[in-house]
């Protein structure tokens, strides 16, 4: 879609939103990087750290560097509530014209914001970091990374972006959209490029964690696949349709074949070896049982979404915050 673009001047104030979770290793540079790159923005800005509960000593070091920068706000939630529901917390707080979002570990450089603000400039709502190459990762977490972008694209969204995660930049007209969709299993990659609203990308290198751990192991990629594949598509429940007609093709053609060698052997009696045997028997019970057990465990998964969004819980739960006022201390579910 061909978007009329209208240029605008820079945001008056910008959100930087950090989900961290176990980062005590990166904070010192992390806050260095910061203090280094965000003069120059030439932008006034915020940054929002929010912890999601770290069992390391993250949040000690959030609350020092609260202490020392007035810029700096924190929200500490009660729990480890995952990745996506802590950027949620800092959308929902966020009180600049435009939010960024990025990760602790500075594999997505801070100077990428620069270009950012320039397409922000010229009128784009959605500016999203988009990965060339990806230093300091494995092989097998390349492959990985290079499937799961373009399985996502097929099941999620015919827009969503290849090999780009969740560093971008969002417009306040966005960031309003966004908060406004609370479904409680969040693909915010998804609902970015299902909300519309001019998109472009820029391109980067995406450097090596500077310290401590990777936050999305094969495990944790796998579950998000899940829950972006459940919650954005009708392809799964299709699947299980198609899964169904080709084993009743493969029943019906087993069958057919059956019962033309009985014939040939009872009613032609052609001297043909006839053997009706277990074998076809239990191949078939495998093929329609396994197939039966894959829908309705597709279906489980459908199931278990609904029921999850009508409980009506909040999306998360704030333990305590640092700058932030009081009434916003909380995640209650718009219906």
């Given amino acids: 879609m061909h978007h009329y673009l209208v240029p605008r001047k820079k945001p008056n104030l910008l959100s930087l939103i950090i989900p961290c979770y176990n980062e005590e290793e990166v904070l010192n540079i992390l806050k260095k990087k910061l203090r280094d790159t965000i003069p120059k923005f030439q932008v006034k800005t915020e940054i929002i750290l929010v912890n999601d509960g770290s069992s390391d000593l993250t949040i000690v070091g959030l609350m020092q560097w609260a202490k020392e920068d007035a810029s ?33 570990d500075l594999q997505d450089p801070p100077e990428i914001i620069l270009e950012m603000l ?90 090596p964690r500077v310290a401590g751990e990777t936050k999305y192991p094969l495990q944790k990629m796998l579950k998000l ?62 093929l329609i049982g396994g197939s039966i057990l894959i829908s309705i465990g597709i279906l489980g998964e459908y199931v278990a979404r609904i029921f999850e969004e009508s409980k009506g819980r909040p999306l998360y739960v704030v333990e305590f915050t640092e700058g932030i006022r009081t009434e916003k201390s909380s995640a209650k579910p718009k219906r």
């Fill in 72 to 104: 700096v706000r924190v929200i500490s939630l009660a729990r480890n509530f995952g990745h996506q529901i802590a950027v949620t917390a800092g959308m929902d707080h966020a009180r600049g014209d435009a939010v960024v979002v990025m990760d602790a």
């Fill in 118 to 207: 320039k397409k922000y400039e010229e009128g784009y709502d959605v500016v999203y970091g988009q990965r060339l190459a990806r230093s300091g990762e494995s092989f097998f977490k390349k492959v990985t990374a290079w499937a799961f972008y373009r399985l996502m694209k097929i099941l999620v969204h015919k827009d969503l972006p290849l090999d780009s995660g969740d560093f971008r930049l969002i417009s306040r007209r966005c960031l309003d959209a966004l908060n406004g969709l609370r479904e409680n299993h969040r693909f915010l990659r998804g609902m970015n490029a299902w909300i519309g609203f001019p998109q472009t990308p820029v391109y980067y290198n995406r450097d």
């Fill in 225 to 286: 696949a899940m829950n972006a594949a459940v919650s954005f598509s009708p392809l799964p429940l299709r699947f299980s349709l198609g899964l169904g007609i080709v084993v009743a093709v493969i029943g019906f053609a087993v069958g057919v074949y059956a019962l033309f060698r009985a014939f040939q052997h009872f009613i032609l009696q052609m001297p043909i070896v006839y053997n009706p045997g277990w074998a076809t028997i239990v191949t078939l019970i495998c």
